[in-house]
């Protein structure tokens, strides 16, 4: 799988460039108006995490059972990070996660815990979508989509290939590759409760909230990457953050 994917990189360098940005232009969004379409739709699933049943503030999900699904979703999604580290030559990081893979494989109970992080063992970021970054594909045209939130041509196509590149698929049975994606899947839902306050912030109080997280997301992106000057903490990043 991962020497077909490869093997279709050509392809995915096109699609993720098929839309220039003109000369000076600092936002490239041709696709607003369908934009703001799914932007509206990923607002009111924002608002449903906004809050506990009472109208008190905060995750509805308890701390002790989000967190270990949290900690098991980010876990599994280390190996495909790791590649990603190698195909951008940062054999530095790509050790670093595998380091902590292996200890949170282990001792911290197949990713229940975090003891790599207690030991410094921090994980170093990171996506195919930063890869073709590297590699020189440009940006591309800003798009929001249905659950995924913010993103570009360029990230979109990196979260393709990034399915595929995971070393888990080579190796897990059916029946685990599926629990693997049930625990992901748990773990982008228990970010979003946690995160419901935070992005009710910045969709609520302002003036126009597609214009601003579109301006937040492609400045912190760009930033990550080394390509622009530090911005606010994205919050998008909690809520839709990708886990594997």
């Not at 990230?155 to 393709?160: K, L, N, P, V």
């Not at 992901?184 to 609520?204: E, F, H, P, T, Y």
């Given at each position: 799988?991962?020497?077909?994917?490869?093997?279709?990189?050509?392809?995915?360098?096109?699609?993720?460039a098929c839309s220039i940005a003109p000369p000076g232009t600092d936002i490239h969004d041709p696709f607003e108006q369908s934009n703001r379409q799914v932007h509206a739709f990923n607002k009111s699933i924002a608002a449903s995490f906004g809050g506990n049943d009472d109208g008190s503030d905060g995750p509805r999900i308890p701390e002790a059972i989000?967190?270990?699904?949290?900690?098991?979703?980010?876990?599994?999604?280390?190996?495909?990070?790791?590649?990603?580290?190698?195909?951008?030559?940062?054999?530095?990081?790509?050790?670093?996660?595998?380091?902590?893979?292996?200890?949170?494989?282990?001792?911290?109970?197949?990713?229940?815990?975090?003891?790599?992080?207690?030991?410094?063992?921090?994980?170093?970021?990171?996506?195919?979508?930063?890869?073709?970054?590297?590699?020189?594909?440009?940006?591309?045209?800003?798009?929001?989509?249905?659950?995924?939130?913010?993103?570009?041509?360029?990230?979109?196509?990196?979260?393709?290939?990034?399915?595929?590149?995971?070393?888990?698929?080579?190796?897990?049975?059916?029946?685990?590759?599926?629990?693997?994606?049930?625990?992901?899947?748990?773990?982008?839902?228990?970010?979003?409760?946690?995160?419901?306050?935070?992005?009710?912030?910045?969709?609520?109080?302002?003036?126009?909230?597609?214009?601003?997280?579109?301006?937040?997301?492609?400045?912190?992106?760009?930033?990550?990457?080394?390509?622009?000057?530090?911005?606010?903490?994205?919050?998008?990043?909690?809520?839709?953050?990708?886990?594997?």
């Amino acid at each position: 799988m991962l020497t077909k994917t490869l093997s279709s990189l050509p392809i995915l360098f096109c699609f993720a460039a098929c839309s220039i940005a003109p000369p000076g232009t600092d936002i490239h969004d041709p696709f607003e108006q369908s934009n703001r379409q799914v932007h509206a739709f990923n607002k009111s699933i924002a608002a449903s995490f906004g809050g506990n049943d009472d109208g008190s503030d905060g995750p509805r999900i308890p701390e002790a059972i989000s967190l270990p699904v949290i900690n098991v979703a980010e876990n599994l999604s280390l190996p495909g990070i790791v590649v990603n580290n190698l195909l951008q030559a940062d054999l530095e990081g790509g050790v670093a996660n595998t380091a902590r893979f292996l200890v949170n494989s282990t001792v911290g109970v197949l990713g229940l815990f975090d003891p790599a992080d207690a030991i410094g063992l921090t994980e170093v970021d990171t996506d195919f979508g930063a890869t073709l970054a590297a590699w020189g594909v440009p940006e591309g045209a800003y798009l929001e989509l249905a659950f995924v939130g913010p993103t570009t041509e360029r990230d979109a196509t990196g979260d393709i290939v990034d399915i595929f590149l995971d070393p888990l698929g080579q190796v897990l049975s059916d029946d685990e590759a599926l629990l693997a994606s049930a625990f992901g899947i748990a773990g982008r839902v228990a970010k979003i409760d946690q995160s419901g306050d935070v992005i009710g912030d910045v969709l609520n109080e302002s003036a126009d909230s597609y214009a601003q997280t579109r301006l937040i997301y492609l400045q912190n992106r760009r930033f990550e990457l080394g390509q622009d000057a530090p911005a606010a903490v994205d919050p998008y990043e909690e809520l839709f953050g990708v886990i594997e």
